[in-house]
């Protein structure tokens, strides 16, 4: 079985691009899976991942022009 790596708080935070504040609010509302080991928290690399996937957005086909030529 691999193991997949843990990250810290901080790790979490850089890899999104974020402050601290996100991802221990992400934990603190249970939106994110994460892993307590004691006392520290840490967040399972694929759970970064897979959270990301979720929550990315498609971009939506172009409209076509709304413009029309009147004569």
């Known amino acids: 079985m691999a193991v997949d790596r843990l990250l810290t708080v901080s790790q979490v935070a ?11 609010r992400l934990i603190e509302e249970r939106r994110i899976t994460f892993v307590k080991v004691g ?14 996937q979720e929550h990315t957005v498609a971009p939506v086909p172009a ?6 030529i009147v004569a």
């Open 14 to 24: 850089e890899l999104l691009g974020t402050t601290v504040r996100f991802p221990r």
């Open 39 to 52: 006392r520290h928290v840490r967040i399972p690399e694929a759970a970064v991942h897979a959270f990301v």
């Open 63 to 68: 409209a076509r022009s709304r413009l029309r």
